[in-house]
Each structure stands twice: as structure tokens, then as C-alpha cells.
């Protein structure tokens, strides 16, 4: 009886490892025992999640969401309930221009989600073995990825079947799509997913974190297979393994069930992960990063904000089988957990606006004779508020130095110092960061030179517009020109440029505008679809520091007059209506009082303890900038709800 005992755990152990999470309710309902994948114990406290809801009331395990080539966010993952047991056949894809609204991917001739069926399209994947005298060949955990300039779905079939990979052949989410490998699975195993590296490198990882490199085109594998594995443990997880790599680490997830209280019956299904600064390792300890959360994926949107995906596979979890979403955040260990969720004993406001709140002066960065801080531009990502600004620093001589710098904080309030990101050459002066976008998974930020080789005042009419390019927001590459006025125009025929800012059309997925000032003609457009060629549109009267956000389908353009932070609304960049001239507090500010300008908001109303559109803003003073230019300005900050009523530290509200 016992050696028929050992048989039967290690052939259900086998089993386990063919079929992965969604045979595991099969064995809990046969009887079969489940410890054994259950190695994986919490001693460290478990992280607190947020208060989940499903993004949309549709059963689905698996949720896999990436960001678009069009900026768009797509959702897949396993469907067919509840022949998700038994026989299944279909791939469904969504999408959200905001991470909230959810529509099918397809809308004509007629609205659908299924964008590939094995029985209508597969090869290999189509006859249908059985599993107990009953039909059983299910479509389990596809996962949706953008790489090379199009869409990648890897799938995969249990009982030993084996997964796939399928390409659009449009570049296009809905397809259509085809098998990469027509003939037979990459792998005969399960939950497959794709990885692309900062070097351009694509690899596959299946299983319990089985790994290998694929060739340029993904239709073979460039190297034999190998395991990604923490320190502490032969694996990070039994199934549903992931990569992916935020601040210049890499990080690998895994899937485990964690016997609760009572054992088996309240066991949990969690999500581990471990870390290293190279792909090949070494990684450091397994962790329990999100409870619950077993079989997810990771993903950076637009704003550069981190999420995990989640579905609900035990009794104990908060939704169950519905797709969801969570912020993350990494700490300074090379961790990341849930983002800190409100409790009773966080002190936050009760409206939820505590970070501003606590701040108890309008001035983030005070600049003072020898230094000034101007042009800011704030990020949150990570975790972390990023401010990019322009940094004057002045000799002993009164000659000053513009470089480009960045600073980071968790809270607003305590900042790190500041980070150079620029050469201190007066010859070419890169400073006024306008704006930074994502795009094919890295950061691009618009920024100007402003030439004082003489010592001048102001940059002189070799300023131009430039693109720089990072993976981390830390590491910059060298600045690339932007021929904002068209390819044919070369350098030395450009007029004057400065305070570049580029945005996304609101209306035309992967089409961008960039703002800026030419010469002293107002606030010029061009717009591009791979920020490389760009067409010169025209021009709206304002002034310099264009920045531009969408509020309730309008571009809402802050510009810089001669004192103040002006805004424009269109429906369309062609027909502009004034919305006033905004100076905040300027006349209790000293600091501030020569001049206010360089106005960023970034609409933060989805930030934790932010929960409002906040501005950052420079302000000179005492003096006006006439006398007070390279000295003594500061940046500040304000906020808003609506845009038309603002607030800042030591105001009213």
C-alpha cells in the first residue's frame, strides 16, 4: 500500500508538471494530494493588497495585458468557461486606450473578441484526445506581447500537447495571426511567454522557468534551454513563470500554491519572484511578491507606472477568475510588492490627497545666488515621482552652466540631489526638458540646446530641439536632433528652437505632435508616427514652455506669456478659445515674484495620495529675470481638480 501511495504522488507530481494551474482543481476534486507543490511557505509577512474589482464581469484565468505599438493596452487570457476543463478552441483579445474601459478588439463588420481558433486555424493543436473516457484538449494561458513591430500570442495545450506561438501578419492586435511553427509545438509543455531585452534579444520561457534564446525572427531557438532559478530554491515557481526588467534589474515570477491555516482546503495560489542584474543570474531569494496572484504578468503603461496582472484562483482570493489589475512598487532590496494600500493606520487624508496635504511649502527645489532650478517636468513611475528640470550653475565670474538634471521621491517632499544627465559645455547647453513619452519600451525625452559660448544671457540662434532615449529614466543616450521642421531641413538651416514637448493624439493611436518655439512666433506643431519624420503643421499664437494634456476629449495647452501660465482648449489643434492667465499665488511669493512660467501638469488622479492634476512651475524672484536669470529660481507646485480652481501649500483648500 505504501509503494502504491509513493506511485500515485509522484505520478500526480508528473501530471502536475505536464498540465500546470488549471489541472490543479482537477486533482483537488480527485482526491489527489497537493503538498508537494507546496514548498514555497510565507515566512515573510504578506504583503497587503489594494481593493481589487475586475476590470470586466467575464470568466478568465491567465491575464495577460500588454502596451501596444499604438499606445493601446491588450488583454488576453484563458476563456471558454467552463469547458476551459474540457474542449476549447478560441484566442479573445480586448483592448483600452485607459486601463478602465475595456471593448473587443475587433469592431468590424462586427464586434469580436476571438482573433485565432485552433479548430479553424491550428495544425498540430487540433485533434482532441481524452482525458478520463471525456474529450479533453483545452486552450490554455495565452499571452500577448509587442515586439519587432507587431503582435505575438503564445499559447499552450495540456496533456502533453505542447505550446505555441502565433505573429500577426499585419502588425495589427486583431490579426490575422499564424503559427510561427506550423508543424509542431515549440515545447511540450505549458504557460509560454516571450521576453525581449534591452539588446534587441527575444527569448521563450515555459514550464516552472525554462528559458532559451530565439532567433531574429523567432521561428527557431538560437541556444539549448536553460532554467531561470532563485538562490534558495530549484525553482520560482511550479507554472506560470514570466520575465521582465524595471530599473536595470530583472525579474522572474512564478507560480505556487501555499497551504493555508486548514492545509490544502484554504490554500492559497500565489505569486513569487526573485531578482538579478543579469538575465543569466545570479537571482537572488524567492519571495512572496503578490498573494493571490499566481500566474500573472507585468506590464509598464504609458505613464510608466507598473502593474500586475491578476485573475483569482483560490478560495481566499478577492475576485476569482475575473481579470484585474494592481500597482506595484520596488524597494531599494531589488523587491517589488503591491502598492501600499489605505488602511486605517496610514496617514493619509480622509479624501485621499495626503501627499498633498503634508507639504508644507509651495517650493520643491529653492534655487538661490548660485544656482537655479527651472523648466521642471514631473514623472511618476515606479513608484517614484521623477522631476527632470533645467539646472543653471554659476561661477565664481557670474557665468553660468545649463545642464539637465533629475531628482526623485516617494513622497513629494524629500528629493534625492540632483542627477546630471547632461555635459556641462556651454557650447551646447542641453536643458528644458518638456516632456517625457514611452514608446517600444523605452522613455524619450524632448529637450533643447541653448548655446552661451560667449558667456551670452540667453541661448543664442544655434538652440535646437533634441530626443534622448532611456530604458531606467537614470541611463540617458546620446541626444539625437529633431528635425522638427522636416527631414530635408539640416542643422545649420534651422532657425532657432527651444522647449520641445511631445504628446500623443488623442484621437489616432501612434500619432505624436511636438510643440515647441520657433524663433518668437508663438507655440509651432509637427507631428510624427515614429518620432523620427516629422511634418510641419502650423502654429497658435502663445508662448514658450508649451505643455499639453487631454481633458474630456479637448488638448488643453499651458504656455508661458510674459508673466503667468496661460491655457488654450481645442477639440482639434485648429481652433484655440483663451482660458485666462493663471499666477497662483505669486503675490505672497517672493520668490516668485519677478516671474512665474514653465507650467507642467501631469494629471496624477490615479496616483495614491495624490488623487488630483498637479502643476510644476518655476518661479524668479525677487528681481525679474531681466536681472534674475541664471540665479534664484525655484520650481513650485500646485494642483487642481479640474483645471480651473488651483491650490498649492499655505492656499485655502
Known amino acids: 500500500m505504501m509503494m502504491m501511495k509513493l506511485e500515485l504522488t509522484a505520478r500526480a507530481g508528473s501530471w502536475l508538471a505536464a498540465f500546470g494551474r488549471c489541472a490543479t482543481a482537477w486533482f483537488v476534486a480527485s482526491g489527489i ?27 478568465l484565468r491567465d491575464t495577460s495585458i500588454c502596451v501596444g505599438g499604438d499606445g493601446q493596452y491588450y488583454l488576453t487570457g484563458t476563456t471558454g468557461a467552463p469547458d476551459w476543463w474540457a474542449v476549447t478552441g478560441d484566442i479573445q483579445v480586448w483592448k483600452s486606450s485607459d486601463l478602465a474601459t475595456w471593448t473587443p478588439v475587433v469592431e468590424h463588420p462586427r464586434r469580436r ?7 479553424r486555424e491550428g495544425t498540430w493543436e487540433k485533434p482532441i484526445p481524452l482525458r478520463d473516457g471525456a474529450p479533453f484538449r483545452p486552450l490554455w494561458a495565452p499571452e500577448i506581447t509587442y515586439l519587432k513591430g507587431t503582435y505575438w500570442i503564445a499559447y499552450s495545450i495540456p496533456l502533453g500537447v505542447g505550446g505555441g506561438l502565433l505573429k500577426s501578419t499585419t502588425g495589427k492586435p486583431e490579426g490575422p495571426y499564424e503559427s510561427v511553427w506550423k508543424e509542431r509545438p515549440l515545447v511540450h509543455a505549458i504557460d509560454l511567454a516571450l521576453f525581449g531585452d534591452d539588446d534587441g534579444k527575444v527569448y521563450l520561457i515555459w514550464a516552472d522557468g525554462q528559458i532559451a534564446q530565439l532567433n531574429d525572427d523567432l521561428t527557431a531557438f538560437a541556444e539549448k534551454p536553460w532554467k531561470l532559478k532563485p538562490r534558495d530554491a530549484d525553482r520560482i515557481g511550479f507554472e506560470g513563470t514570466f520575465v521582465f526588467k524595471a530599473n536595470g ?10 497551504p493555508g491555516p486548514n492545509g490544502e482546503v484554504d490554500r492559497t495560489y500565489d505569486c513569487f519572484a526573485a531578482s538579478a542584474e543579469n538575465l543569466r543570474g545570479p537571482y537572488g531569494d524567492k519571495f512572496l511578491a503578490i498573494p493571490h496572484a499566481g500566474h500573472n504578468s507585468f506590464f509598464q503603461d504609458r505613464d510608466g507606472r507598473w502593474w500586475a496582472t491578476f485573475f483569482g484562483n483560490d478560495s481566499r482570493a478577492p475576485i476569482r477568475e475575473r481579470p484585474a489589475i494592481l500597482p506595484i512598487e520596488f524597494t531599494e532590496d531589488g523587491r517589488f510588492r503591491p502598492m501600499k494600500p489605505v488602511t486605517a493606520a496610514t496617514p493619509l487624508a480622509s479624501d485621499g490627497h495626503a501627499l498633498l496635504a503634508a507639504l508644507g511649502s509651495p517650493v520643491l527645489f529653492a534655487g538661490d545666488a548660485r544656482t537655479a532650478y527651472r523648466d521642471p517636468l514631473l514623472l511618476h513611475a515606479d513608484g517614484w515621482f521623477w522631476m527632470f528640470f533645467s539646472l543653471a550653475t554659476n561661477d565664481d565670474e557670474g557665468r553660468a552652466w545649463w545642464q539637465t538634471a533629475w531628482s526623485r521621491s516617494r ?34 525625452l524632448a529637450l533643447q540646446t541653448y548655446p552661451t559660448p560667449g558667456g551670452e544671457k540667453y541661448g543664442n540662434d544655434d538652440s535646437r530641439l533634441w530626443l534622448m532615449r532611456s530604458t531606467n529614466l537614470e541611463d540617458w543616450g546620446d541626444p539625437e536632433l529633431l528635425h522638427f521642421l522636416g527631414p530635408g531641413v539640416p542643422r545649420d538651416a534651422m532657425p532657432r528652437m527651444i522647449d520641445p514637448s511631445i504628446v500623443p493624439d488623442k484621437d489616432e493611436p501612434g500619432k505624436w505632435w511636438c510643440f515647441c518655439k520657433v524663433k518668437q512666433t508663438g507655440v509651432s506643431m509637427a ?8 511634418h510641419f503643421e502650423g502654429r497658435v499664437d502663445g508662448g514658450e514652455n508649451a505643455c499639453v494634456i487631454v481633458q474630456d476629449d479637448e488638448y488643453v495647452l499651458f504656455h508661458s506669456p510674459e508673466n503667468g501660465i496661460g491655457i488654450k482648449r481645442s477639440p482639434d489643434l485648429r481652433d484655440w478659445r483663451n482660458e485666462g492667465v493663471l499666477t497662483l499665488g505669486q503675490r505672497d511669493w517672493p520668490w516668485a515674484r519677478g516671474r512665474i512660467s514653465a507650467g507642467y501638469v501631469l494629471d496624477a488622479r490615479k496616483i495614491p495620495g495624490v488623487g488630483r492634476y498637479v502643476m510644476v512651475f518655476h518661479g524668479s524672484g525677487p528681481e525679474d529675470e531681466q536681472t534674475m536669470f541664471s540665479t534664484h529660481a525655484s520650481i513650485g507646485i500646485a494642483w487642481s481638480d479640474d483645471l480651473n480652481t488651483w491650490r498649492w501649500p499655505g492656499s485655502d483648500g
Open 527 to 534: 507631428w510624427s508616427r515614429d518620432l523620427k519624420t516629422w
Open 411 to 444: 513622497d513629494l517632499q524629500d528629493w534625492s540631489p540632483p542627477a546630471t544627465i547632461t555635459p556641462r559645455d556651454r557650447s551646447l547647453n542641453f536643458c528644458s526638458p518638456g516632456s517625457i513619452v514611452r514608446r517600444d519600451g523605452q522613455w524619450v
Open 113 to 119: 473578441s476571438v482573433v485565432w481558433n485552433i479548430d
Open 33 to 59: 494530494p497537493l503538498a508537494h507543490v507546496a514548498h514555497a511557505e510565507r515566512a515573510a509577512p504578506v504583503p497587503a493588497l489594494p481593493a481589487l474589482q475586475p476590470l470586466f464581469d467575464y470568466p
Open 249 to 258: 534589474r530583472y525579474y522572474i515570477t512564478g507560480a505556487e500554491f501555499v
